[in-house]
């Protein structure tokens, strides 16, 4: 059991309604970090065949689903302490063999992402919260195995 706060969650959704604001541009952000960190993680996304493309749904549709469910981690951690995974979720990133060292290059990309969105609302609080959501997702991520 995590403990997480109302206000620890609604600095997650706040930072996730930034992200919203602009998913063509923080999207970009966040896979080109990925991949900067990691070159061979093109391999594991599809849509990133031919490059980071803004206009590409597939690629805005796949960081909004993310970062949704990292949201959705932290409203789990507020209401009961824990995060559930879909098995299909699971299947997926073990499908593809998903190692724990892609989950920390996903996770910096993510928070840099977020810390661009927000701007100079970050702060440490901000990123304490959104990295406890995307642990305890991940962990349920590798728990649905």
Do not use: C
């Amino acid at each position: 059991m995590v403990a997480f706060s109302d206000k620890q969650e609604a600095l997650v959704n706040g930072a996730y309604e930034a992200f919203k604001a602009n998913i063509p541009k923080y999207s970009v952000v966040f896979y080109t970090t990925i991949l900067e960190k990691a070159p061979a993680a093109k391999n594991l996304f599809s849509f990133l065949a031919n490059g980071v493309d803004a206009t590409n749904p597939k690629l805005t549709g796949h960081a909004e689903k993310l970062f949704g469910l990292v949201r959705d981690s932290a409203a789990q951690l507020r209401a009961s302490g824990g995060v559930v995974a879909d098995a299909a979720l699971g299947a997926v990133h073990s499908q593809k063999a998903v190692n724990d060292a892609q989950f920390v290059v996903v996770k910096e990309a993510l928070v840099k992402t977020l810390k661009e969105a927000v701007g100079d609302k970050w702060s440490d609080e901000l990123g304490t919260a959104v990295e406890l959501a995307y642990d305890e997702l991940a962990a349920a991520i590798k728990k649905a195995y």
